[in-house]
């Protein structure tokens, strides 16, 4: 389970290539640090720094394997293509990201209120100026965006991806990735699927191959 905060996009599915894969349910807590910033994770009160505040404890995730189809898998492409030229992000690594997220749902909303495709949170979706977060094109932009923002700001991969799991504020504070189980679950299968769809998408030499 991951950390997130405000501007954090996601609660985000450890999944295999595929398929969702994971089962069970975690309590989810939720704290408040010093500096206003929200944090949910799977950490009880005596794991967590003492700077931050408990705010409440709810019972958190269960999934089913989920397979899919080939339209499910490509149905966005011309969205990611577009959006991944516009913002100079890999377009295979957009649609990782997508993948790993919401398995192509746009509907898709995690127990914590990340929503649609790319899984963005409320707060994120108005920072990056998403109207609709469950409007596919409007989603993709903003995810994409973010990703960009987050290639300016982190030198490698790993901590683009570590920071859209868990944060920006996490991955500054650990130096790279966080050693949240979900969050390095998550870095491994994004860059899995990446070089996966790599081999089906035509993908310029972007930030994000570094």
């Known amino acids: 389970m991951k950390i997130t905060g405000v501007i954090g996009l996601t609660l985000a599915l450890v999944l295999a290539l595929g398929v969702s894969t994971r089962v069970g349910a975690d309590n989810i807590y939720k704290y408040r640090g010093a500096n206003g910033e929200i944090l949910f994770t799977d950490q009880p009160r005596d794991r967590v720094?003492?700077?931050?505040?408990?705010?409440?404890?709810?019972?958190g995730w269960s999934y089913r394997p989920q397979p899919l189809s080939e339209f499910q898998r490509n149905r966005y492409d011309t969205l990611i293509l577009a959006n991944a030229g516009n913002f100079e992000v890999e377009p295979a690594l957009v649609k990782a990201v997508i993948h790993a997220e919401s398995l192509f749902d746009r509907y898709a909303v995690s127990r914590v209120g990340a929503q649609g495709l790319m899984q963005l949170m409320p707060g994120t979706a108005d920072y990056l100026e998403v109207s609709n977060p469950?409007?596919?094109?409007?989603?993709?932009?903003?995810g994409t965006r973010f990703l960009a923002y987050l290639q300016e700001r982190f030198p490698t991969l790993d901590q683009v991806l570590a920071a859209y799991n868990a944060g920006e504020?996490?991955?500054?504070?650990?130096?790279?990735?966080?050693?949240?189980?979900e969050t390095r679950a998550y870095v491994r299968k994004v860059k899995e699927l990446r070089l996966r769809y790599q081999l089906e998408m035509a993908s310029p030499e972007t930030v994000a191959s570094r």
């Not at 469950?134 to 903003?142: L, P």
């Not at 504020?169 to 189980?181: L, M, T």
């Open 49 to 59: 720094s003492a700077d931050y505040t408990l705010l409440s404890v709810r019972k």
């Open 134 to 142: 469950f409007d596919a094109a409007d989603n993709i932009r903003g």
């Open 169 to 181: 504020g996490n991955v500054r504070r650990y130096g790279g990735i966080p050693p949240f189980p």
